[in-house]
């Protein structure tokens, strides 16, 4: 996976807010409702996340849309 994209940003910080939290993808899968074979595609970066996906992760997670992109960003510029 390409982390230096806007996708594999947002896919590390959702699989370190998940782990952080010691949340399963299961879970997050229950959650948003996105199933969880798409789901763990987008994890795994073998497809996009959506922007629908990516907003109701971020709301489930409890974190702004923009935070999954910009966390990866900043410790990237730093």
Excluded: C, F
């Amino acid at each position: 996976m390409n982390y230096s994209t806007p996708n594999g940003q947002a896919v590390r910080s959702i699989r370190s807010i998940l782990a952080d939290l010691h949340r399963s993808i299961e879970w997050l899968s229950a959650e948003t409702g996105i199933p969880l074979r798409t789901l763990k595609r987008r994890l795994l970066g073998e497809s996009a996340l959506t922007l629908d996906e990516t907003v109701s992760i971020a709301r489930v997670l409890g974190v702004r849309v923009e935070s999954l992109i910009a966390a990866q960003a900043m410790k990237v510029a730093a």
